[in-house]
């Protein structure tokens, strides 16, 4: 069928140490590094990608999401404009249609 991709917004901090950028996604616990504001930026994004792609093929992601205090919420609410945020693009390959009806 193609691919689907799935965007996920999630914040992160990016801070100068020893010369180098440490970037991390506290929400989900992952880090990365660069050189550069940027590309410590790029490397988190990345990182995060692969994070959420393997917890998914492992099975995992609900329980991981799950304890790292994640809920579903019924509507969408505001991205705080003060803070720093990543949209992180998650790609899937689609197979084959749904086997099952939808309920709605």
């Known amino acids: 069928m ?15 140490e020893e010369g180098k950028f440490i970037s991390c996604c506290p929400v989900l616990d992952v880090y990365s590094q660069g050189e550069t504001e940027a590309e410590a930026k790029k490397n988190i994004i990345e990182a995060t990608r692969l ?9 995992t992601l609900d329980a991981v999401l ?3 205090g994640f809920t579903a919420i019924k509507k969408a ?13 998650i790609p899937f390959n689609v197979t084959g249609g749904c086997t099952t009806e939808c309920p709605a």
Do not use: Q
């Open 51 to 59: 994070f959420i792609t393997t917890c998914f093929e492992r099975g």
């Open 2 to 16: 193609g691919k689907v991709f799935f965007e996920v917004t999630l914040p992160i901090k990016i801070k100068k």
């Open 66 to 68: 799950k304890e790292c």
């Open 77 to 89: 609410v505001a991205i705080p404009k003060d803070r720093k945020f990543i949209k992180v693009p």
